[in-house]
Nanobody, 121 residues
């Protein structure tokens, strides 16, 4: 598994962005994948996860109802659709893949590089 995240940028409050996480080795179809974020001066935090087949998704309370995770295994890609963005969503967003098919209590085994999301007017 080799992950590459993209899609970050500058957006106004209330706006939307879609992040993508691609597995360039085309092997993570059996892995749970998640998005995490790290704001300046803060620890990395969990945002959302999706099981290997998309059947189970979980979200942090702070993003429920605004963010949606999905995946297209044919394209080896996991997406994060972010709507109604707030300034407090500003962070570097990372995708990570677990070695298991479902999210567990361990940290993801594989990580992509981060992509910066800035929400500001």
């Amino acid at each position: 598994v080799q992950l590459q995240a993209s899609g970050g940028g500058l957006v106004q409050p209330g706006g939307s962005l879609r992040l993508s996480c691609v597995d360039s080795r085309r092997t993570f179809t059996n892995n749970a994948v998640g998005w995490f974020r790290q704001a300046p001066g803060k620890e990395r935090e969990f945002v959302t996860s999706i099981s290997w087949n998309g059947g189970i998704t979980t979200y942090a309370d702070a993003v429920k109802g605004r963010f949606t995770i999905s995946r297209d295994n044919a394209k080896n890609t996991v997406y994060l659709q972010m709507n109604s963005l707030k300034p407090e969503d500003t962070a570097v967003y990372y995708c990570g893949a677990w070695s298991s098919s479902y999210r567990n209590t361990n940290s993801p085994r594989y990580w992509g590089q981060g992509t910066l999301v800035t929400v500001s007017s």
